[in-house]
Structure formats: C-alpha cells, structure tokens
C-alpha cells in the first residue's frame, strides 16, 4: 500500500514542478493547477506516511531514507504556508523539483516502504529526528525565499518587461520572512543536536562525520543570525544562506546517515 501511494503522490509533485517552470513564463492556469499539485501531493504523502506508521511498531522513519522521505513532507508542508497565495507561487519553482528528486531518493533507498527499523528508542528518534528534520526544512524554506530574493532583484535591476505580469513580494518582504524563518528553525535544530549529544555520550559512541556536519550546519546559520543582527541583509544575507542550504543538502544526502539505522 505504501508503494502505491509513493507514485501518485511523486507524478503531482512533478506535475507541480513542471506547472510552476509555466507560470514563470506566463502565469495564470498553471499557477493554479500546480498549486493544487502541491496540495493534492502533499495529502497522498501524509497518507503514504500513516500507513507507514500503521503498520510499524517502532518509529518508522528512523533510516537514512526514511528521514529522507519525512523531510521532503515537512518541507512541502512548510511551503504550503506561503506557497497557496498567488504573490508566493514562484517560491515553489525552488522547493518543488528539489522535494521531487528528493522523494525519489527517499524511494530508491527503500525510505518510502514499511519494515526499516532502528535500534535506538522511539523516544530518542522522535526528538531527534524530529526536530532536526523541522529544522531543516524550515532552513530550506528561507533559502528558497532567499532564493526568490535573489531572482526578483535582478528582475527588478534589468526592469523585465514581465515583471507587472507576474506578482511577487517585496524585496524587504522576501528577506524578512528568511530572517524570521532560519530564527525559528534554529531552536528545534539546538534541541535535536542537544538531544542528539546526550545520547552519544550516555552510549559512549564515537562523534562521526554526520554529527559533525550538523554542528558545522547549527554554527552557519547561527553566524547569518548574528550577522543579520550587525546589519547584513538583502543579497549578502540571501547568499549567506543559499551556503547554509548547501550545508543542509550535504548532511541529508552526501553523508551516510546511517547512524540510526
């Protein structure tokens, strides 16, 4: 059942993807259908992941690609927050193609089938891997709004002929919201690293290469929070981010996160 749910749901966030790339060129019917994409999506996903929860025992996303497959729901979920007004739409030309390659990782890695376990507690996984998914899943929205940032600029330094036609937020719009959403991502990434930490020690593990990316993750965005504060913003602060995404994608893929396994 979990893998019949896997392939509706990937074909509209496709379908999302390819909509978006459309309303950028010509927005109206596109715009909505990818919208309602994303929506629709996003339901079969939360379906796909309950029947995964049904019929597990333990904490069922607990594998590299198990969490692969949470983030890529609570990515979309975050998005749907600003990503249903039309003046945001664009901002789902970076986050959709990016949770469809990702969903389909999460796939290759068996993260959408039922059976993958751990040998840590529910509890642990729960706190910790919930709260560093949210996390970066809100650190990947302030880039992709960091990201519409950066293309809305240089619409505006090149005075596009389009740019009447096609409704996006203010510049100081775009870059308070990244602001404000790597400010409220950071809290649940300090608990889960803090979380994260006890455990290594009650269980006398050794730090490896994953842990130590997600500190160097917590320590970059935490200078772009304090550089914010000394007043970095606009297009240095949104590059200052789209280096802390790439941190982000470096922990969730690059890495063999198979410390919970």
Not at 81 to 99: D, E, F, K, S, T
Not at 150 to 161: G, I, S
Not at 174 to 179: F, G, H, S, T
């Amino acid at each position: 059942m979990a893998e019949l749910l896997f392939w509706p749901a990937l074909l509209l966030y496709g379908e999302a993807a390819v909509g978006y790339f459309g309303d950028a060129r010509r927005p109206g019917l596109a715009g909505r259908a990818a919208t309602w994409g994303v929506r629709l999506g996003w339901l079969v996903q939360t379906a796909l992941l309950a029947v995964q929860a049904a019929r597990e025992d333990g904490f069922p996303w607990g594998t590299w690609a198990g969490s692969l497959n949470l983030f890529v729901w609570l990515v979309v979920g975050a998005y749907l927050i600003w990503g249903c007004r039309g003046a945001y739409r664009l901002l789902g030309l970076a986050v959709m193609p990016l949770a469809a390659a990702l969903l389909i990782v999460a796939r290759a890695g068996g993260g959408t089938a039922v059976g993958a376990r751990s040998h840590y507690s529910n509890v642990f996984l729960v706190l910790h891997v919930g709260l560093v998914l949210a996390a970066f899943a809100g650190f990947t929205l302030a880039s992709a709004l960091s990201a519409l940032y950066l293309w809305q600029e240089r619409r505006l330094k090149r005075r596009a002929t389009t740019i009447l036609r096609r409704p996006a937020p203010s510049l100081a719009t775009l870059d308070r919201l990244a602001a404000r959403t790597a400010a409220f991502s950071l809290l649940p990434l300090t608990l889960g690293i803090a979380v994260g930490l006890e455990q290594l020690i009650r269980r006398g593990a050794r730090v490896d290469a994953v842990v130590i990316a997600t500190l160097v993750t917590w320590v970059a965005w935490l200078a772009y929070l304090v550089l914010r504060l000394n007043g970095w913003s606009g297009r240095r602060a949104a590059y200052l981010a789209l280096a802390g995404f790439a941190l982000v994608i470096v922990v969730r893929l690059a890495l063999p996160v198979t410390h919970f396994a």
